[in-house]
């Protein structure tokens, strides 16, 4: 997406993403704020337009502050939806006319719309530009996204029965003999605005098909959906740079093997990673602050970040308040920070975070609420690992 709009595009018309984000969502409650490898579903949506070439502008229809505040620091214009057009009822056509209405009165002229659904995780950048291309060369008009399927599809009849829709059901050819059709995915719709004011609706004239990865069509409507992207979440996100300003910690089962030997009083040792601790001081070289939040109240914790010469706070009931409050103190925004965990009890701070992180062998609930999954485990370089990938996205600021 450019990052200014110029006379050229202006004087073209501009070609603009628009993603409808209601706050309320009666299957999955608060849906559009979902985190799905650990990125809330309005941000993937923004980020995927962001990235298609094609894209002058982002907005987001919203009627709600939280959507509103992330989506802007995605990088998405906010226009605020009226009450009437923002229940259960209205349809998503409403939301992009008033969208395109208001651009137009602040002197923006459009040219096509990307119209994008956020209940899709996964979608293709570049098969957004792709559509853009079919639609500004003229030879569509509008087009959506949808995938090839060879599947046998039915349907009941008024007493029940089975009743066969695209095949016939007393002939069954193989796969390389039939033909194929394509399920709409739901994820986008590229088409032009005058067509799209005309007709009021998202098909019209010629309209054409866009193919996109089957693995890339989840579609999330209910808990189910949420779980399948969830799982999918690590195969299809492309690694990325951990550009942040802070890294927060836990402690056991982090910067430990989650193991501890007891002696007869009753004292506690522990196992660390000696390459943590190299991490560690690189990081405090680099002048990004580090935090080391735990619930133990073992002076253990206390003495290990004493020894790595970073700030600790322990025995905390409230990882989430804890980290919150830290944030405020030292100025730094918690999209901004990374919160390495390893189970369910580092769960309220990875949600409030820009980068939550899980070593390998976290808990499965972790390692799903995880925006990055690492490659080694606590107590086993995990923290190094972390460390390294923070100052390499912080040497190409």
Not at 53 to 62: F, G, I, M, P, Q
Not at 179 to 207: I, K, N, Q, S
Request: proline residues 4%; negative net charge; without cysteine.
């Amino acid at each position: 997406m450019s990052e200014l709009i110029d006379d050229d595009q202006r004087a073209r018309g501009l070609t603009v993403a628009v993603i409808p984000a209601r706050g309320g969502s009666k299957g999955v409650p608060r849906k559009n704020l979902r985190r799905i490898g650990g990125v809330p579903l309005i941000q993937r949506a923004v980020r995927a337009a962001a990235a298609a070439e094609h894209v002058d502008l982002v907005v987001v229809s919203t009627d709600d502050d939280e959507i509103a505040e992330l989506s802007v620091a995605a990088g998405a214009r906010a226009i605020r939806r009226p009450d009437e057009i923002s229940g259960d009822t209205a349809s998503s056509e409403s939301a992009v006319l008033h969208a395109l209405d208001a651009l137009e009165s602040a002197g923006e002229t459009v040219e096509i719309v990307v119209f994008i659904q956020a209940t899709s995780p996964f979608i293709p950048s570049d098969r957004i530009d792709a559509a853009v291309d079919e639609v500004r060369s003229g030879r569509y008009d509008s087009m959506f996204s949808a995938h090839e399927t060879y599947g046998f599809l039915w349907r009941r009849d008024d007493d029940q029965a089975a009743a066969a829709i695209n095949h016939d059901a007393a002939r069954r050819p193989r796969r390389q003999d039939r033909e194929p059709h394509y399920l709409e995915t739901g994820a986008f719709y590229v088409f032009r605005a005058d067509g799209f004011r005309r007709g009021g609706h998202r098909f019209f004239g010629r309209v054409g098909i866009v193919e996109v990865p089957e693995l890339s069509a989840v579609e999330i409507d209910d808990e189910q959906h949420a779980a399948v992207a969830s799982a999918l979440a690590p195969l299809m996100d492309q690694p990325e740079s951990i550009d942040v300003k802070a890294v927060v910690t836990d402690f056991d089962g982090v910067h430990t093997d989650d193991t501890a030997l007891v002696d007869a009083e009753g004292r506690e040792q522990v196992r660390v990673s000696r390459e943590d601790g190299m991490g560690v001081a690189r990081l405090r070289r680099a002048g990004i602050p580090m935090l080391i939040l735990s619930t133990e109240v073992n002076q253990v914790v206390r003495a290990r970040a004493d020894k790595l010469r970073v700030a600790v706070r322990h025995g905390i009931d409230d990882k989430e308040e804890a980290l919150s409050a830290w944030a405020v103190e030292n100025g730094i925004a918690l999209a901004d920070i990374a919160y390495l965990g390893n189970d369910v009890n580092d769960l309220p701070a990875m949600r409030i975070v820009g980068w939550p992180v899980a070593v390998a062998n976290a808990h499965p609930e972790v390692r799903a609420a995880a925006r990055v999954v690492l490659d080694k485990s606590g107590g086993q370089g995990a923290v190094r690992e972390l460390i390294e990938r923070v100052l390499t996205a912080d040497r190409h600021r």
